[in-house]
């Protein structure tokens, strides 16, 4: 499985940040996120992807259409790092993933039906 970097410049709609791994667990991580001098800190799961076209597994580093559902953002290095705590309580997507799966819907919607809607009465 090919693993996130420890270290990266970002590319497209993250032009001109530089991502740095500060730390990580068993199913979640903080990345210390830096551009112009301003810092700041995102949290997310470990996402399992497949790259059907190429034949192996990856772990995803979050789109920013992501953020709020299995991403976050943190202004300080110790909220990420309480954060990165309480995630590492909930398991891994990697059960959810889906064959040939290579776009995000069919993964948030149920992830979505499977966490979010738990308790709910019907």
Request: charged share 25%.
């Amino acid at each position: 499985m090919k693993e996130l970097p420890i270290h990266f410049e970002g590319k497209g709609e993250v032009k001109g940040y530089t991502f740095t791994q500060i730390s990580s667990s068993v199913s979640s991580y903080i990345y210390e996120v830096e551009q112009g001098g301003h810092r700041h800190y995102e949290v997310f799961k470990k996402l399992v992807r497949r790259n059907t076209f190429k034949g192996f597994d990856y772990i995803a580093y979050p789109r920013s259409t992501f953020f709020s559902v299995w991403a976050w953002t943190c202004m300080s290095l110790e909220a990420a790092k309480k954060k990165l705590l309480v995630l590492s309580k909930i398991p891994t997507f990697q059960h959810l993933q889906l064959e040939a799966d290579i776009k995000p819907y069919p993964l948030l919607y149920a992830f979505r039906c499977k966490f979010c809607f738990l308790d709910r009465k019907h």
